[in-house]
């Protein structure tokens, strides 16, 4: 059975971070691409960033740089997001996805999704951000 559970969100004020992991079972890791996506109340889904299990690539879309973190550690099939400084507007759901691939797409990478026959989502985490 797939399994991708999120683990580590919360309840934090502005300014603060988080580190978001996502212990991922029932798959081969490396056979897919690993990212974080986000949805907030009445927002469409959105990428934040992936990492490519089989040699560390990663991409983010234009709005998330600088602002997020997407690592592997492989031998444990999980895979983290270190958020940088949050604000009331990063409140939201944040999901983990397993996908055969991520594809930035938009003027300059301005969007991230995921393509592939199988896409499997994790049941998401709630990040609140006070301010």
């Known amino acids: 059975e797939v399994q991708l559970v999120e683990s580590g969100g919360g309840l934090v004020q502005a300014g603060g971070s988080l580190r978001l992991s996502c212990a991922t079972s029932?798959?081969?890791?490396?056979?897919?691409?690993i990212g974080w996506f986000r949805e907030a109340p009445g927002k469409e889904r959105e990428g934040i960033a992936c990492?490519?299990?089989?040699?560390?690539?990663?991409s983010y879309p234009l709005a998330m740089r600088g602002r997020f973190t997407i690592s592997s550690d492989n031998a444990k099939n999980t895979v983290y997001l270190q958020t940088g400084s949050l604000k009331a507007d990063d409140t939201a759901i944040y999901y983990c996805?397993?996908?055969?691939?991520?594809?930035?797409?938009?003027?300059?990478?301005?969007?991230?999704?995921?393509?592939?026959?199988?896409?499997?989502w994790g049941q998401g985490i709630q990040v609140t951000v006070s301010s």
């Open positions: 029932g798959f081969t890791f490396t056979d897919y691409e």
């Open positions: 990492i490519r299990t089989t040699d560390g690539a990663k």
């Open positions: 996805v397993a996908a055969s691939s991520c594809v930035l797409y938009g003027p300059g990478g301005r969007g991230l999704g995921v393509q592939g026959g199988s896409v499997y």
